[in-house]
């Protein structure tokens, strides 16, 4: 049996090919619910991936983002074949694969890939998180004007008025404020220390977050809801993870927005 690790990075890594053999190339962009597509790279990703869980953990649950779930059990494999599809859509190489083991409600090993770049993140619950095998660790970064802010958000009508609040309240207040499409990545680019924070409102796909999360924490990070309890994967809707620095600054200032007219 292969190391859940090795698993995750080959299964990644395959899924990665898929993705790039596709990109440019699409045939068909589908709709999927009210502001959302799909196309048959993200189809044949989790196809390919699903193939490999049931191979190899076949006792194992699997939640897909376009096949919903696969089995019941205790071990449940939590699958974003790709994030990013309106990004991949019109050619911007901002989108990646994600991967998670969650046993017993806890993420316990999580891989996100990106293979315009050819970046891996990895991390394992309690060993730290890794990109191409080298330790990573989130930045020092604690004053808001020199921050660069991530952030997403749901597509209802009350996640967007929630996320216009924000943006408005917020803009002034730091370096940058930018939604660059693929929460996963953008996750990892908090843990890699590329950037101090980002943050998500009323999401309701666990496939969203649940790798980057557990990589957030690993490199250091901290991982919140905006009440400032610790992020529990299946229960919140609400995302910060940050730096830990600058975490209480910014669930202020989302606070304050939130609570605004």
């Not at 299964?11 to 440019?24: N, Q, Y």
């Not at 969650?102 to 090993?109: I, K, S």
């Not at 496939?207 to 990070?221: C, K, N, P, T, Y």
Request: net charge positive; charged share 30%; glycine share 8%.
């Amino acid at each position: 049996m292969k190391s859940i690790e090795k698993f995750i990075e080959q299964t990644s890594k395959g899924a990665g090919k898929i993705l790039m053999k596709h990109f440019g190339k699409l045939k068909h962009i589908d709709p999927k619910g009210r502001g959302d597509i799909v196309t048959e790279a993200d189809k044949l990703s989790e196809k390919f991936i699903v193939s490999k869980i049931k191979k190899h953990f076949p006792n194992d649950a699997i939640l897909g983002e376009e096949t919903g779930m696969h089995g019941k059990a205790d071990r449940i494999w939590v699958v974003d074949p790709l994030d990013g599809t309106k990004n991949y859509a019109i050619r911007n190489p901002f989108f990646n694969v994600a991967i998670a083991l969650v046993e017993g409600g806890e993420v316990t090993h999580a891989g996100v890939y990106a293979p315009f770049h050819d970046e891996f993140y990895y991390a394992e619950k309690g060993k730290g998180a890794k990109l191409n095998g080298k330790k990573i660790h989130v930045s020092s970064v604690s004053d808001l004007r020199k921050s660069f802010v991530q952030f997403c958000n749901g597509l209802s009508d009350k996640a967007i008025k929630k996320i216009s609040r924000i943006f408005t309240h917020l803009r002034p207040k730091v370096l940058a404020l930018r939604q660059q499409g693929a929460a996963e990545l953008e996750l990892c680019f908090v843990a890699a220390g590329r950037t101090p924070v980002y943050f998500m409102v009323d999401f309701n796909s666990p496939w969203d977050v649940a790798a980057g999360s557990l990589i957030v924490r690993e490199a250091g990070g901290k991982v919140t809801n905006f009440k400032g309890e610790e992020f529990k994967l299946f229960k919140h809707k609400n995302i910060i993870a940050s730096n830990g620095k600058i975490h209480n600054k910014i669930m202020k200032e989302i606070r304050k927005a939130l609570q605004s007219s």
